[in-house]
C-alpha cells in the first residue's frame, strides 16, 4: 500500500464546475499538507498549506483535511480552462528532514 | 512567494559525460534542499535530500555514486549526474524548504543524455 493515494485521473470537467481532487494516506504522523499545481514541463507550484484538520479558503480553492479519516480535499470553484494541470497532493512529516511523499497527481481538464 | 531557481532548465549531452544541475533559494535561506526525478506523466520520485554540510541522504534505490549532491551553502545544491546514460534522461526537480516548513519548487530541469 502506497503512503499516499490519489486517483490519476485524467478528470474533465466544463468551465464553471465545482472541482473536487482527493488523496488519502495511511500514515497518521503525516502533519503537513499541501496541495501543488504542476503544468506541463514546469516545477510544481504551491496552491495550498495546512496543518491542522477543517477547511483552509484562498481564493476559488479550499482545501479540507480530515485527519481522523486520512483524508484530504482540494475544492476548485468556478473552474476555468486555465486550472487545466496536474494536481499533486503532498504530506510532510516534521521529523527526518521533513520529507514530504506526493501523490501520484491527477490531471485536470477544464473544458472552456 | 520564496522563489527557487534552477539551472540549467534544458541540458543535452553526450552518453559517458557528466552534468550539474543547480538549485538555488533566492530569497531565503535553505537548511534542506531535495532532489526529484519525474518521468512523463508520472508523480515526482525523491531521489535524496539534501542538508547544508553534511551529506545527502539518499532514497533506496537511488545510486549516490551516480547522482551526486553537494549542499555548500544555505542557498545553493547541486546535482551532478556522472557518466550520463540515455536512461538517466529525466525531468529533474528541486525543491527547498524555507525557515518553517513550506516547500518551494524550482523549475525543473530537464536532461536529454544522447
Known amino acids: 500500500q502506497k503512503e499516499v493515494e490519489q486517483d490519476p485521473g485524467p478528470l474533465s470537467v466544463p468551465e464553471g464546475a465545482i472541482v473536487s481532487l482527493n488523496c488519502t494516506y495511511s500514515?497518521?504522523?503525516?502533519?503537513?499538507f499541501m496541495w501543488y499545481r504542476q503544468y506541463s514541463r514546469k516545477g510544481p507550484e504551491l496552491l495550498m498549506y495546512t496543518y491542522s484538520s477543517g477547511n483552509k479558503e484562498d481564493g476559488r480553492f479550499t482545501a479540507q483535511v480530515d485527519k481522523s479519516s486520512k483524508y484530504i480535499s482540494l475544492f476548485i470553484r468556478d473552474s476555468q480552462p486555465s486550472d487545466s494541470a496536474t494536481y499533486l497532493c503532498?504530506?510532510?512529516?516534521?521529523?527526518?528532514?521533513?520529507?514530504?511523499?506526493f501523490g501520484a497527481g491527477t490531471r485536470l481538464f477544464v473544458k472552456a | 512567494g520564496a522563489v527557487v531557481s534552477q539551472h540549467p532548465s534544458w541540458v543535452i549531452c553526450k552518453s559517458g559525460t557528466s552534468v550539474k544541475i543547480e538549485c538555488r533559494s533566492l530569497d531565503f535561506q535553505a537548511t534542506t534542499m531535495f532532489w526529484y526525478r519525474q518521468f512523463p506523466k508520472q508523480s515526482l520520485m525523491l531521489m535524496a535530500t539534501s542538508n547544508e554540510g553534511s551529506k545527502a541522504t539518499y532514497e533506496q534505490g537511488v545510486e549516490k555514486d551516480k547522482f551526486l549532491i553537494n549542499h555548500a551553502s544555505l542557498t545553493l545544491s547541486t546535482l551532478t549526474v556522472t557518466s550520463a546514460h540515455p536512461e538517466d534522461s529525466s525531468f529533474y526537480i528541486c525543491?527547498?524548504?524555507?525557515?518553517?516548513?513550506?516547500?518551494?519548487f524550482g523549475e525543473g530541469s530537464w536532461l536529454t543524455v544522447v
Open positions: 500514515n497518521s504522523a503525516f502533519q503537513y
Open positions: 503532498a504530506m510532510s512529516l516534521n521529523t527526518g528532514g521533513f520529507k514530504t511523499i
Open positions: 525543491s527547498a524548504r524555507d525557515g518553517g516548513n513550506t516547500i518551494y
